[in-house]
């Protein structure tokens, strides 16, 4: 069974910085992409992020662009999600997701979502 | 970039009613479109991609048709458990969603 458990969320600063992680379980975590996805309260879904199955490319969205890196550890089947120069616009609820293949495919399996709010 | 959008916002209906939402790109996907269900506090589950294939254990009563530009994703026979909110998203370039349809109760 695929599981994806997020954590790292939390309250932070403007200007501050956040590493979020999500463990990845069930399923050959190199064989695919991996994405974060976002939700503000009450709003809709914003990709942010997405990265290969070997971490070689990665994308994000142009606002995150130069302040968020996306990577993995393959050893430890984690994903990871490093916010920097966070902004109240940030604040959301962050998703990481299992592509169902490489190279823009939609997402099959999501985790519970974990919380982050910036804010002074 | 692509933009998605969504009609209606929200939609009423009734346990055994059919409803149909549509979803419009700003250029050609061809098929490249999926559809998923969020219901509150919870992730996003993936109904159907490639624009009309429904993902495993998804109930029959759920269909998506469309290419280009223009997608629907109808269900047939509402249940209680379908009241949700419902998104689209194109997986062509980069990705981009709708603003989601939130489906009622009427």
């Known amino acids: 069974e695929v599981q994806l458990l997020e954590s790292g969320g939390g309250f932070i600063q403007p200007g501050g910085s956040l590493r979020l992680s999500c463990a990845a379980s069930g399923f050959t975590f190199t064989n695919y992409a991996m994405t974060w996805v976002r939700q503000a309260p009450g709003k809709g879904l914003e990709w942010v992020s997405a990265?290969?199955?070997?971490?070689?490319?990665?994308y994000y969205a142009d606002s995150v662009k130069g302040r968020f890196t996306i990577s993995r550890d393959t050893s430890k089947n984690t994903l990871f999600l490093q916010m920097n120069s966070l902004r109240a616009e940030d604040t959301a609820v962050y998703f990481c997701a299992k592509e169902q293949e490489e190279d823009w495919n939609p997402f099959d399996h999501w985790g519970q979502g974990t919380l982050v709010t910036v804010s002074s | 970039d692509i933009q998605m959008t969504q009609s209606p916002s929200t939609l009423s209906a009734s346990v055994g009613d059919t409803v149909a939402i549509t979803c419009r790109a700003s250029?050609?996907?061809?098929?490249?479109l999926a559809w998923y269900q969020q219901k509150p506090g919870k992730a996003p589950t993936l109904l159907i991609y490639d624009a009309s294939t429904l993902e495993s254990g998804v109930p029959s009563r759920f269909s998506g048709g469309g290419s280009g530009t223009d997608f629907t994703l109808t269900i047939s026979s509402l249940q209680p458990d379908d009241f949700a909110t419902y998104y689209c998203q194109q997986y062509t370039t980069y990705y981009t969603f709708g603003q989601g349809t939130k489906l009622e109760i009427k």
């Open positions: 250029q050609n996907i061809d098929t490249w």
């Open positions: 990265i290969s199955g070997g971490g070689d490319h990665t």
